[in-house]
């Protein structure tokens, strides 16, 4: 290990002399920043920021804010320090009650649009039976955007398969029934009957001609469906991304609870800034010479 070098006598003597040059800051903001130095690693610091696992206040950032106080009012002796560090700390947590009152709202716009995304309405509306008096299932499917987007995706896999096998097969007619509960309706009616006329040939074509014109109706059919079905999913579509933003808007304001307890921290920080704004200001009237009459006092017995 190095040793380390002695102090010689004329090092020492060149020590002491700059020593004596250094008198400490001269301009207010360095004087301000010096009575930081002390503040900072005092109770106030360790006490008001918060420097959690999770949550790290910035330190840079409340320092900062004391340069501002200190710049701006320049206390003078320990209770004027005091008063100052009071409008620091307050100053502080307002904005600390303002970052809570922000974080609610996202948690409450995020939470409600992230809960409709992630909701599929489809399996509970495909699961319950029909009741007498109430619309058929396509119509229900056919007013919300998954419902039309299930629905053109079952008759694209019709279509697919007609173009596949040359024509519409029972079993596919009867697969496309069981998707949509038995309840097809219109639509499962209008492909039966076109099935039917493909088995019965009341025209007697030949079967090559019976299969390409039975392909071309069923196709034709089934494209007018689908297209109509992407025109009613886009007006959905618009119809819901309104709503949404209606309900984006209205949750901006926190539930009532958190809102209170938000005011009532604010009502309480901003008494206290004010107290101690108006102490400060009776304080440097008095340094500078004013007569400063003393506070009138509170009459706790009055009820009002």
């Known amino acids: 290990m190095r040793k380390p070098m002695a102090m010689t006598p004329k090092k020492l003597a060149a020590n002491r002399r700059n020593a004596q040059k250094s008198t400490g800051p001269k301009t207010a903001d360095g004087k ?3 009575k930081l130095n002390a503040l900072k690693h005092g109770l106030l610091a360790q006490t008001v920021v918060v420097r959690g696992h999770q949550l790290k206040e910035s330190p840079n950032e409340f320092k900062k804010l004391c340069r501002e106080f200190y710049a701006d009012l320049n206390p003078v002796g320990p209770l004027e320090e005091m008063l100052v560090g009071q409008m620091v700390t307050a100053t502080w947590r307002l904005r600390r009650a303002r970052t809570a009152e922000s974080g609610e709202i996202a948690l409450s716009v995020d939470g409600g649009s992230w809960q409709r995304e992630n909701h599929n309405p489809l399996p509970l509306l495909l699961a319950l039976p029909p009741f007498p008096g109430t619309d058929a299932l396509v119509t229900k499917l056919e007013q919300s955007t998954w419902g039309c987007h299930f629905l053109i995706h079952c008759l694209k896999d019709v279509r697919r398969a007609v173009e596949r096998d040359g024509e519409l097969t029972e079993a596919m007619l009867t697969d496309f029934k069981k998707w949509l ?21 009341p025209e007697k074509l030949e079967p090559a001609a019976l299969r390409a014109r039975h392909c071309v109706a069923v196709l034709k059919y089934l494209d007018g469906k689908i297209r109509n079905l992407e025109f009613w999913m886009e007006r959905r579509e618009a119809r819901e991304d309104t709503e949404e933003k209606s309900r984006q808007a209205a949750a901006m304001l926190p539930a009532d609870a958190v809102l209170d307890k938000i005011l009532r921290y604010e009502t309480t920080l901003l008494r206290q800034l004010n107290q101690a704004m108006n102490q400060f200001e009776r304080l440097q009237r008095r340094r500078q010479g004013e007569a400063v009459p003393p506070p009138l ?3 706790v017995s009055a009820k009002g």
Do not use: E, F, I
């Open 32 to 34: 301000a920043v010096s």
């Open 181 to 201: 509960r038995d309840q097809a309706y219109d639509m499962g009616d209008k492909l039966g009957q076109l099935r039917a006329g493909l088995v019965a040939n």
């Open 297 to 299: 006092a509170l009459d």
